[in-house]
């Protein structure tokens, strides 16, 4: 059993925060045990077991395996259904490809793996709402709490919708929420809007003629061209895209020719990007001025170009009602000061955006970096772990989205 730090000094208003936090040392160590296990998209054999037997010993009533692969749903019924309603809670359980450099007895036991977003952390909130949800019931309707394989770069959201996870659990809303370092302990963010962006995936084909580097005449040079395409890629946003509009064309990386060839002109080179948007039409723009601007650089040179753009995760885009409810249960937990309504999005992106097309919902930040540098180191980064102190409120806030979605009749 891996020993979990004491009892924080972090406070949260109403039963359910109360409740999770005599349990919070379990689920430390639940959550340490995801982390020192990590596994990647669609591979989390270990990890869906982990929650299933949690699961089961929480007492909910159905847990549904395989669905999108690795994926769970556990149902929770209400004292009552007399509502008719159907609440969704989703967490993400996939790791990423990266080596962790912590030195914590819960560090990574996988080599090139690593819980570096704080998935692990979103499992245990969720577990530790499904103990609480199970135990209490206190609410008219079913609780259905969505454990997710693959959002890093997988699109598992997507996977588990087309497994048919809402036609099987046809929820009337959706929610997600997400660690976030730069935000405070005790302080939960959200905008009845845009909160993340898409993200495309390019590359850029590049082909020349190649040759000796000293008789660079008799060669169409496919790096030259490639260098005045990133150069010239960056006016499509400062002079096609409005100013009012966001979005980001970031070309990080390139590959040409051989590293010990110093004289060898390459006939070919390969640019690789990302694309992010919030806007469909300004997404369209881009790829369009993309192919444009591609071909025309390299016509210019006698070259030629070609551009593969791939949609990979849509805009995560908040319903409003739905957004300004979260907000709503997150200020009975913590106070109307501690709730930042117009939290600015973040050019990274999300899959739970496939779940928001589909169904009304929100997607929250939590925050989790304290002053003293626990968990302030920013996602996906090698030191990165996620901040247990937070646990209990993560849990008590999706307890408080069902139990204050679908409310008992009568009071107890």
């Given at each position: 059993m ?29 959550r340490r ?13 270990y990890?869906?077991?982990?929650v ?19 994926g ?8 009552h259904?007399?509502?008719g ?7 993400d359980?996939d ?5 962790e ?7 990574s ?11 692990d ?7 530790g ?25 997988f ?8 497994d ?7 929820v009337?809303?959706?929610?997600g ?14 905008n ?29 040079d ?6 005045h395409?990133?150069?010239?890629v ?5 002079r ?11 070309l ?16 070919k ?68 000061d ?66 204050q ?8």
């Amino acid at each position: 059993m891996l020993s979990p730090r004491p009892a924080p000094a972090l406070k949260a208003n109403g039963r359910a925060f109360a409740q999770i936090s005599e349990f919070h040392p379990e689920i430390t160590a639940f959550r340490r045990d995801l982390h020192a296990h990590p596994e990647l998209g669609f591979e989390e054999v270990y990890t869906s077991a982990r929650v299933k037997e949690a699961l089961q010993r929480c007492g909910v009533d159905e847990v549904h395996a395989g669905i999108g692969k690795t994926g769970l749903v556990a149902v929770i019924k209400g004292q009552h259904n007399s509502s008719g309603k159907m609440i969704g809670l989703r967490a993400d359980m996939d790791a990423l490809p990266m080596t962790e450099h912590n030195d914590f007895p819960w560090k990574s036991s996988r080599a090139g793996m690593m819980h570096g977003c704080g998935h692990d952390g979103h499992v245990a909130m969720l577990v530790g709402a499904a103990r609480y949800l199970a135990a209490t019931r206190n609410f008219d309707g079913t609780a259905v709490l969505i454990f997710q394989p693959g959002e890093e770069g997988f699109a598992g959201a997507r996977v588990m919708i087309e497994d048919g996870l809402f036609d099987r659990f046809p929820v009337q809303a959706v929610y997600g929420m997400h660690n976030w370092p730069s935000m405070k302990p005790g302080t939960v963010g959200i905008n009845p809007g845009p909160m993340m962006a898409a993200a495309d995936r390019i590359t850029i084909e590049i082909t020349g003629r190649g040759g000796h580097g000293a008789h660079a005449y008799m060669t169409v040079d496919p790096v030259l061209v490639a260098g005045h395409i990133i150069t010239a890629v960056q006016s499509i946003v400062s002079r096609n895209v409005k100013p009012i509009d966001s979005a980001v064309i970031s070309l990080c990386a390139m590959q040409a020719g051989d590293m010990g060839a110093f004289s060898v002109v390459p006939g070919k080179a390969t640019l690789v990007g990302t694309v992010r948007t919030f806007n469909p039409d300004v997404q369209d723009l881009i790829e369009r001025r993309l192919n444009e601007l591609c071909t025309a650089v390299a016509l210019g040179f006698g070259a030629t170009a070609s551009v593969h753009y791939e949609r990979i995760y849509p805009a995560t885009i908040n319903s409003f009602d739905e957004a300004m409810f979260a907000a709503d249960v997150a200020e009975t937990l913590l106070g109307e000061d501690h709730v930042v309504r117009d939290m600015e999005p973040s050019m990274g992106a999300e899959d739970f955006s496939f779940m928001l097309q589909v169904k009304p919902g929100a997607y929250m930040r939590i925050g989790q970096g304290a002053e003293n540098g626990v968990g302030s180191c920013f996602l996906h980064n090698s030191r990165y772990d996620f901040n247990d102190d937070i646990l209990p409120l993560g849990a008590a806030l999706h307890a408080g989205l069902v139990e204050q979605s679908m409310p008992l009749s009568v009071p107890r």
